[in-house]
């Protein structure tokens, strides 16, 4: 079942995403963040009256998608970025995929037309999640972030939704 998060979601939210920020390169930041942060930034993005979903399996969060606005200049409000994250043990089980088309669907009825993902690089299966959405590599930014002792490269994929 894939629904609207909800504020009591942000202790479940925060842990699938804590998991990446402590053992993977897959984001840039460094500290764990806490559940009030979640709160807040759950409540940013529905507040931006764009969507924050999760995936619910065996009645617990295994995942969740999220949009973001692109960048703040009015120009781009038909645009934004989009994240998706699994709970570790859940990943390889068409998830992300169910997620990604649920927040692509949200988006198109919100007349959104360009949806970006941002990949850290190396990453197979994320690279693959997007171009089987249909999406299309459109940037590649070498070691622009520094996480555990290493550069690391971070490329972009995009969408139009209305094409």
């Known amino acids: 079942m894939i629904r609207d998060a909800i504020p009591e979601d942000a ?3 925060a842990a699938i995403y804590n998991y990446y920020v402590k053992n993977t390169s897959v984001t840039f930041e460094e500290q764990a963040v806490s559940v009030q942060l979640m709160q807040s930034r759950i409540s ?3 507040a931006a ?3 924050w979903i999760v995936l619910i399996n065996k009645q617990s969060i295994v995942g969740y998608a999220y949009a973001t606005k692109w960048k703040e200049r009015s120009a781009y409000r038909f645009s934004v970025e989009s994240s998706v994250y699994l709970s570790a043990n859940a990943q390889r089980k068409g998830f ?3 997620l990604y088309k649920a927040l692509l669907e949200r988006l198109r009825q919100l007349d959104i037309n360009s949806v970006i993902g941002g990949v850290t ?3 197979p299966a994320s690279v693959a999640l997007h171009e089987k959405l249909g999406m299309k590599k459109v940037a590649h930014f ?3 972030g520094f996480k555990f002792g290493e550069w690391l490269d971070v490329a972009y994929w995009q969408i139009s939704l209305k094409a």
Do not use: D, H, K, M
Request: aromatic share 0%; charged share 5%.
């Open 121 to 123: 690089l190396p990453n």
């Open 96 to 98: 992300g995929t169910a």
């Open 44 to 46: 940013q993005v529905q």
């Open 11 to 13: 202790e479940a939210i």
């Open 142 to 144: 070498s070691q622009v």
């Open 49 to 51: 009256n764009l969507p």
